[in-house]
């Protein structure tokens, strides 16, 4: 039987990372009163300069409900599994809604949908989120069930790890992640904070001065686990390329990893952490 993957906007990825046959769900961004849909009428090259002008915070929201369910109804009507990919739960209430929506359509359709749609909470964000949607998409061209793609699925969520730097701290204080007298003494001493992501949680875990220290500091931390060098690792970046490819430089010079890609991350992250951040993903064993 077919297989639909469904993912939301912040995994960051497009129909030209996967395939048209993946549906991509929106989570809108609102700009000074305004919505932008990522990846239609707002790039990530378009998101950071409007963060820059704009009067108040960006916000953003969650896939709508009636999304959901017209997606989830649709592709098992035309006979296929649903395999519903999204990002964190406590980051976000998609996935609530993605399990009401499930609901709803096996209310409606009875039989015709029953073990039919298979929901995953990846627990994450951005790239490490994209990391898992790779895999789920590689399993669905290969011809894999849904309930081993989600199966599968939930067995790496735990195992996919991350590290990034934070270039201004600013944003992290406006989002209630650390101390407004942090921020300014952090930017002011150009102190870089490296964070991780996973099991549904976004924590400080290193306070380094000077990018150079971050970036290493980000592949030193993969070398001290037990990576699993079978599956990709991935790097993600805000609005500077240039650093993505300078931690892509030093990972390569000083690990066994190899980075399958650089992923630009959008505007549902983005709007939390600001331009000029970069960082790494992994899985492990």
Not at 54 to 79: D, I, M, N
């Amino acid at each position: 039987m077919a297989v639909k993957l469904v993912i939301d906007t912040c995994a960051d990825l497009t129909e030209k990372d996967l395939d048209s046959s993946v549906s991509i769900l929106p989570i809108p961004v609102y700009i000074d009163g305004k919505e932008y849909i990522p990846f239609k009428n707002l790039s990530p090259e378009e998101f950071y300069p409007l963060q820059k002008q704009a009067k108040t915070s960006a916000r953003t929201s969650q896939v709508p409900f009636q999304l959901l369910y017209t997606t989830f109804k649709e592709a098992v009507k035309e006979g296929k599994e649903v395999v519903g990919l999204f990002m964190g739960s406590a980051h976000s209430g998609t996935f609530s809604s993605a399990l009401l929506a499930k609901e709803q359509v096996k209310e409606e359709l009875g039989s015709e949908a029953e073990n039919k749609i298979f929901l995953v909470d990846s627990q994450n964000v951005t790239y490490p989120y994209a990391a898992l949607a790779f895999e789920g998409f590689k399993m669905m061209e290969q011809g894999v069930s849904g309930r081993n793609i989600a199966d599968r699925l939930a067995y790496l969520v735990p195992r996919i790890h991350m590290r990034a730097f934070i270039d201004d701290l600013s944003y992290l204080r406006k989002g209630g992640r650390i101390s407004a007298a942090k921020s300014y003494f952090g930017n002011l001493l150009n102190f870089k904070v490296v964070i991780k992501t996973g099991n549904n949680l976004i924590a400080p875990t290193d306070t380094v001065r000077g990018m150079p220290n971050a970036l290493r500091c980000i592949v030193l931390t993969a070398l001290k686990e037990d990576i699993d060098y079978s599956l990709p690792s991935y790097i993600g970046f805000t609005y500077d390329q240039e650093r993505a490819e300078r931690l892509l430089e030093i990972t390569e010079k000083e690990s066994p990893l190899r980075p399958a890609r650089m992923v630009s991350i959008g505007a549902t992250v983005g709007a939390h952490v600001g331009p000029g951040s970069t960082g790494l993903c992994w899985f492990v064993k």
